[in-house]
């Protein structure tokens, strides 16, 4: 089967499930399983007025899916962009489920996401939408039952709204419903910066398994919001060059460095990396293809296809967003010799502090920064290491043996529970 074509757009959802079949295949999963795992578990539309500031009355539509509840709660963000569809939100729960099973955290898999330009509305209007959406979705939320948390344009303050919302429909606090919240209602030290710390570590133990020293690196970083412009950051501070970023708008390039933390001020002050003084403006396809050794997608999905996989130089891609390979990719990337960290390890740092977060809201408790850094690490790379004992023993990338680990997982314990009724 592909999942690319010369006509039709690439389908995130034919892609997730081509992943699975490949590894319950190689697994020799039990047919009844394998048609339980294959499809999500719930799926729920909702299509929500919102009063504008106009005083116009708009309707958006938006999705909360949970793919699995075998291990524990759903748990996954929501994302707020025009092209959401339903589609799109089934495969980005589905890699939840296996994202919570390759680091052993005790959750499902779930994802939202709303049909919305959120750059579009005022600080109004994305409350309404976003308290209006939540309490659409709260039949299937609750803090045992489906966790949500931040993922493309969501933040600190919606997780706010969304805690609060909840919170004032049962008539008392609970932190514990959604993570990524600001420090000051109950999120976590260190989660604004985990999704990026994670797949740095992920980056450094590959670079010690290939002998590739760091600090004679070149890193090109797509996608400057929260998880791109971080992982720049912290790998300018491991000693390697960043010598290209890019954001929706385009990308720069100076293949003498770049400055992470001047580049996120201008981006800041111009809304778009473009323009910064002393690199060349670039477009993202261009970022895909330049010479460096480590690329680090941190945007959206299908942006490594067969139209570029065969130009990208780097060694290692670190795929700090969620399904940004496609499989005909993935095969190319592989015959070339590139080391794929694939996205269920490499960004499974922000579900992991979110982990952290949940158990501190549930014991009415809150670590330092370093003891939730610590203990990401410590989770990390042991992760990195079985999915990297299980590549070598197999003889497949790293994305299979990540599959590989996480499918045995959920399916070991979806069999063990057993069929009800
Ligand atoms: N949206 C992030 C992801 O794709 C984080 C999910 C979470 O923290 O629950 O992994």
Redesign the pocket.
């Known amino acids: 089967m592909t999942t690319e074509s010369a006509t039709a757009p690439i389908n995130a959802w034919q892609v997730a499930q081509h992943q699975f079949d490949l590894a319950a295949e190689m697994l020799n999963l039990d047919p009844g399983l394998r048609r339980v795992l294959r499809e999500p578990r719930r799926e729920l539309t909702v299509h929500f007025p919102v009063k504008m500031d106009d005083g116009s009355v708009q309707v958006y539509t938006g999705y909360r899916v949970q793919h699995n509840l075998g291990r524990g709660p759903a748990?996954?963000?929501i994302r707020y962009h025009q092209d959401v569809s339903l589609d799109e939100v089934k495969a980005?729960a589905m890699w939840?489920t296996w994202?919570c099973a390759v680091v052993g955290i005790p959750y499902g898999g779930g994802k939202g996401g709303v049909i919305v330009d959120p750059k579009k509305l005022s600080k109004k209007e994305l409350e309404g939408l976003s308290r209006r959406y939540f309490s659409e979705i709260s039949v299937l939320i609750g803090p045992e039952r489906d966790?949500?948390?931040?993922?493309v344009n969501t933040t600190p303050q919606i997780m706010a709204w969304f805690m609060d919302t909840y919170s004032m429909h049962v008539g008392y606090t609970v932190p514990g419903v959604v993570?990524?919240k600001p420090i000051s209602l109950g999120g976590s030290e260190g989660r604004n910066e985990a999704?990026a710390r994670g797949c740095v570590f992920t980056i450094v133990k590959a670079a010690a398994h290939l002998g590739m020293d760091l600090k004679k690196c070149k890193v090109a970083v797509q996608g400057y919001g929260n998880a791109g412009s971080i992982a720049a950051q912290l790998m300018a501070a491991e000693g390697s060059s960043i010598i290209a970023v890019s954001d929706s708008s385009g990308g720069i390039r100076n293949m003498a460095g770049l400055d992470p933390d001047r580049v996120l001020a201008w981006k800041k002050e111009h809304g778009t990396v473009k323009g910064f003084p002393g690199a060349e403006d670039i477009t993202n396809a261009e970022l895909l293809v330049t010479e460096c050794d480590i690329l680090i997608p941190a945007a959206y999905e299908n942006q490594i296809t067969v139209t570029n996989a065969s130009q990208v130089k780097a060694k290692i891609v670190a795929e700090a967003a969620?399904g940004p390979t496609t499989p005909e990719a993935d095969e190319i990337l592989a015959a070339k010799g590139v080391f794929m960290i694939p996205d269920i390890l490499a960004?499974?740092g922000?579900?992991t502090v979110?982990y952290f977060e949940w158990v501190q809201d549930l014991n009415r408790d809150h670590w330092t920064e370093q003891d939730v850094n610590a203990k990401l690490k410590v989770i990390m790379d042991k992760a990195f290491a079985e999915v990297l004992a299980q590549s070598l023993k197999h003889k497949v990338n790293m994305r299979t043996g990540a599959y590989l680990n996480a499918v045995q997982r959920v399916a070991d314990a979806t069999a063990m529970r057993g069929l009800y009724p």
């Open positions: 748990k996954g963000g980005l939840m994202k966790i949500p948390a931040p993922d993570t990524g999704t969620n960004n499974a922000g579900v979110s």
